[in-house]
């Protein structure tokens, strides 16, 4: 932990952030480990699978552009608030009226999508309360929320078979209702946010290219982790025959990996730059993609491939947003929605490719492949920008590492 780190900041709300995220986190990839019951009730097809599992994925890209506005024009704790109570009465009509179709499954999906778009409400509610030089640390253990696609892997397989799976809509609430408490009571917006700006201003950061580096960064890391999230259960079961609640476990250890160090690439980002510690996530993750291609022969095999590629991209999370906040302090809020949706629409491809590959191929390598094309791509535009980035945004930043 860096020297300093808990001494500054709101740890209340950097709890409550926390805990809100991963909570959302959870309900916003259930369709993924729920998909083989899903599946199996109602006939999807490859592809149907794969789109249903993105469908959360793109609304809530989608939703943090509003979120992110939202948070600098009513502050972060009333939009998430907002949200989380959509959430809640979307999946209690679900659990009581039913789902019994594709489309049913799509609707339930871009309710989902509000959880999803927890990510632009938790990043800027903890940034705005920490200095230059603990932003990868804060935004690595409130992003670190992410984890909560462990607890949707771990229990919603076990609890459909036992419920069945439309019975896991509606006890998803419970422990949504939980921390919607909490975090209304801890949860304080930074008393240094500023001050909300017209609504065409929000565009202003996509004048600068550096926005648009940060998106495509985000939209592989972020994306290849909440992609994988929501497909790897769909791909043990279907590739090696794993029962949902044994799929539901591996995908459960590989999401762990992934959250677990996303602080950790924060905090590492902080002592030796972010651009650095992004190098390394984006050669890990095309090289083990790349592997995974190639049709792993063993259940083992391809876990451990997985796991690795998880623990990179998470690193990878962590260090974009070590980054983000350097030039973007003062359009957190909107940044944070922009980076969201990108990270978004890389999960939303990712998993969709897979299940088009599967149908189309009779297998979702190919998939696989082009992603890991994409992390070669991002790791030249590190190699491209790091040197400007650290000219000019050093002199600038003190105490901060580029």
């Not at 979120?67 to 209690?92: C, E, F, H, S, W």
């Not at 350097?326 to 897979?354: D, N």
Request: some cysteine; proline content about 5%.
């Amino acid at each position: 932990m860096n020297k300093g780190f808990w001494a500054a900041g709101h740890r209340p709300t950097l709890l409550a952030a926390f805990l809100y995220f991963d909570i959302a986190f959870m309900v916003w990839v259930l369709l993924g480990p729920l998909a083989p019951a899903i599946s199996a009730d109602l006939g999807l097809s490859p592809a149907q699978k794969g789109f249903m599992v993105a469908v959360p994925t793109l609304a809530g890209a989608l939703l943090r552009l509003v979120n992110g506005v939202l948070v600098d024009r009513i502050g972060p704790k009333a939009t998430g608030a907002i949200g989380q109570v959509i959430v809640m009465t979307g999946l209690l009509a679900a659990w009581g009226l039913g789902v019994h179709s594709f489309a049913g499954t799509v609707a339930v999906g871009i309710i989902l999508g509000f959880a999803g778009a927890s990510f632009a409400v938790a990043l800027p509610l903890a940034s705005r309360w920490y200095p230059a030089e603990h932003q990868g640390t804060a935004l690595g253990i409130a992003g670190m929320g992410n984890s909560g696609t462990v607890f949707a892997a771990l229990f919603a397989p076990t609890l459909a078979k036992l419920f069945g799976w439309n019975a896991v809509l509606g006890l998803a609430v419970i422990p949504l209702a939980i921390v919607f408490v909490i975090y209304m009571i801890f949860a304080k917006n930074a008393p240094n946010a500023p001050a909300p700006k017209p609504v065409t201003a929000y565009l202003k950061p996509l004048r600068k290219a550096d926005a648009w580096w940060f998106m495509l960064f985000y939209g592989v890391t972020f994306g290849g982790f909440v992609g994988l999230s929501s497909s790897l259960s769909i791909y043990f079961t279907d590739q090696f025959h794993l029962t949902p609640v044994m799929a539901g476990y591996c995908t459960a250890a590989c999401v762990f990996a992934g959250s677990l160090i996303r602080p950790l690439g924060g905090a590492v980002a902080d002592r030796i730059g972010g651009t650095k510690a992004l190098t390394v996530a984006y050669i890990l993750a095309a090289i083990t993609l790349s592997a995974i291609s190639t049709g792993p022969a063993t259940v083992l095999l391809a876990l451990g491939l997985f796991l690795v590629a998880m623990l990179a991209l998470g690193f990878g999370n962590g260090a974009v947003f070590q980054l983000v906040p350097q030039p973007f302090k003062e359009e957190m809020g909107v940044m944070t929605g922009l980076v969201g949706f990108a990270g978004g629409v890389g999960g939303f491809y990712l998993a969709s490719s897979l299940g088009l590959a599967k149908q189309l191929t009779g297998s979702p390598q190919l998939g696989f492949l082009i992603f890991a094309g994409l992390a070669l791509i991002a790791l030249g535009g590190i190699s491209l920008v790091k040197g400007r980035w650290r000219s000019t945004w050093a002199s600038a930043l003190a105490g901060a590492r580029i």
